[in-house]
Nanobody, 116 residues
Framework: QVQLVESGGGLVQAGGSLRLSCAASGSFFGIKTMNWYRQAPGNQRELVAT????????DYLDSVKGRFTISRDYAKNTVSLQMNGLKPEDTAVYYC?????????WGQGTQVTVSS
């Protein structure tokens, strides 16, 4: 089974940058997409970024386009999210997710806080 562990969250000022990392263990066989979600208190969990494991295609939430970049490093079994130009509205717990047509695997989350 795949296990996911997020890291790299923290407290930054508006305009700053953070790089989140999702370390994966186990087999990626059958995984269709790797994703980053986020959830702020009182809000729904929303999909932030996606990378397709078969062709590398990426997609992003409109509000983060041009600021966030999702990437993968197969040698390190890592999926990362580079976040630049952070805004207070980016404050949330960020979750790594692996998805097949039948099941999802979730990390435990890492807190990102952006101060004004």
């Amino acid at each position: 089974q795949v296990q996911l562990v997020e890291s790299g969250g923290g407290l930054v000022q508006a305009g700053g940058s953070l790089r989140l990392s999702c370390a994966a263990s186990g087999s990626f066989f059958g995984i269709k997409t790797m994703n980053w979600y986020r959830q702020a208190p009182g809000n729904q969990r929303e999909l932030v970024a996606t990378v397709m494991t078969d062709n590398g295609r990426t997609d992003y939430l409109d509000s983060v386009k041009g600021r966030f970049t999702i990437s993968r490093d197969y040698a390190k079994n890592t999926v990362s999210l580079q976040m630049n130009g952070l805004k207070p509205e980016d404050t949330a717990v960020y979750y790594c997710n692996a998805r097949t047509t039948l099941w999802d695997i979730w990390g435990q989350g890492t807190q990102v806080t952006v101060s004004s």
